[in-house]
């Protein structure tokens, strides 16, 4: 929830040094294919080689780096800043508040030159300092139940941590968690269109906001649907080694498909092949240059920076969470997936279907949300109500209850979950129950 992009190698500081750099790896790389060579000769030529490669690099990041070092260094040694964690006032949340310095970091994007101010900077910043940031303030943190499809929802990453914030806690990463949703509640075996076994979401918008559905979208609509956790998890996978990876082998039924999907099959050697790892890696280079891309083509544009400046300026710090948001998810049920709490967890109703009769009916409660009017509209397809053709969730009293809707009961659901909230159908932030959000709403 603290990241800031730095901004390096896409062009946006200084393109002339980023060729030069590229270009002397690719001239260090092609040195190193040599033979008939010694291994102590190799490991020589390989330490000139980086020393080369090295000298260039610092010249390039240096003045950045030390701003972010001498900041964040300037902070740990504040003696008002507590460095001691404790579970409730000082958890790995609070810590990374503390130490990230928002006079620096706190625009959405860097400003291009100083800024007309009586106090100093505290640093001789280079400018533009970084390229995007989505620093919040503490009190972003909060439950946002969009009341119309102007609103913006909370994301995917938001949505994970929130949990954390108001008391549960997750076994799984946010990467394992959101594939759950297609591995094991949608019970589809794994993801159904391509990109989602990286970016595990259907980028199809909900309330008639975009017409390209998920399956026939590109990357760049795929990524860029939730930015902020597309650029988390791309750093999640970059750290992520092979082995944390399903096992399987190229697609059964498609091998030219540019991701593992529709019924994979398994590896024999129990490790995914290296055509597959390969594909993987290169599936979030592609992701993460678009991002890039579309980001320094936005911080490059003088009146959209200005645009951005009230977020971090407003009085409501709640305000600031606008940075972590996306679109309005038609995918069913994935606000009640992830965010549903004191409830039982039911696998989803067409799970006993064959597998294309599951995609037939996932599809049909996805495309009817994405023709509804807005948020909480009474529009019916005359198939279920409650945000995408039947209830995942609702405010009931236990596990009777929550079955009950699942198995179809359609119309207004008005119970509580022992929080004194009632709630009807079409009312939530997901177009389903509205409620209190501790139940999922």
Not at 192 to 201: F, K, S
Request: contains cysteine; charged residues 20%; aromatic residues 10%.
């Amino acid at each position: 929830m603290k990241q800031v992009v730095g901004g390096a190698f896409c062009g946006f500081f200084d393109e002339h040094t980023e060729d030069q750099i590229i270009d002397a790896l690719l001239e260090e790389s092609l040195r190193l294919v040599e033979t008939g060579i010694s291994v102590t000769e190799k490991n020589a030529q390989m330490e000139q080689c980086v020393a080369r490669i090295t000298s260039i690099l610092k010249g390039y990041l240096t003045s950045r780096i030390e701003v972010y070092i001498s900041s964040i260094v300037d902070r740990l040694l504040d003696p008002s800043v507590d460095l001691r964690w404790n579970f409730s006032s000082n958890n790995c949340q609070t810590f990374c508040d503390n130490i990230i310095d928002r006079s620096l970091f706190g625009s959405m994007f860097a400003p291009h030159a100083p800024v007309t101010s009586d106090a100093p900077p505290p640093f001789d910043s280079p400018y533009p300092l970084y390229l995007l940031s989505f620093i919040c303030r503490p009190g972003a943190y909060v439950p946002e139940h969009a009341r119309s499809k102007y609103d913006v929802p909370n994301g995917l990453t938001e949505e994970y941590l929130l949990k954390f914030r108001y008391g549960r806690h997750d076994e799984s990463d946010i990467l394992d968690t959101l594939s759950e949703y297609w591995y094991d509640w949608g019970a589809f075996d794994g993801p159904l269109y391509p990109y989602q076994d990286l970016l595990p979401w259907d980028c199809t918008e909900a309330f008639n906001r975009y017409p390209v559905s998920c399956g026939t979208c590109n990357i760049s609509k795929h990524a860029w649907a939730f930015p902020f956790d597309t650029w988390s998890l791309l750093t999640l996978h970059l750290a992520r080694p092979r082995n944390l990876y399903p096992h399987c082998g190229l697609p059964a039924d498609d091998p030219s498909t540019p991701s593992l999907l529709h019924n994979p099959t398994p590896s024999p050697s129990g490790v995914m092949p290296d055509s597959s790892w390969f594909r993987n890696r290169l599936t979030v280079l592609l992701a993460q240059d678009t991002l890039l891309s579309a980001a320094a083509a936005m911080a490059r544009c003088a009146p959209f920076r200005e645009s951005t400046l009230w977020l971090h300026n407003d009085p409501q710090e709640r305000t600031d969470r606008l940075k972590l948001g996306g679109i309005h998810r038609a995918q069913p049920f994935s606000h009640h997936f992830e965010k549903g709490a004191y409830h039982q967890y039911f696998i989803a109703k067409w799970a006993h279907l064959t597998r294309e009769r599951k995609v037939a009916e996932y599809e049909k409660l996805r495309d009817w949300k994405a023709t509804r009017d807005d948020v909480g509209s009474n529009d019916d397809d005359g198939g279920g109500g409650c945000g995408g053709g039947g209830c995942g969730f609702i405010c009931g009293t236990g596990a009777a209850a929550g079955a009950a809707a699942c198995a179809g009961v359609v119309g207004e659901v008005g119970d509580t979950c022992g929080s004194g909230c009632v709630s009807s159908c079409g009312g939530g932030g997901d177009g389903g129950c509205g409620g209190c959000g501790g139940c999922g709403g």
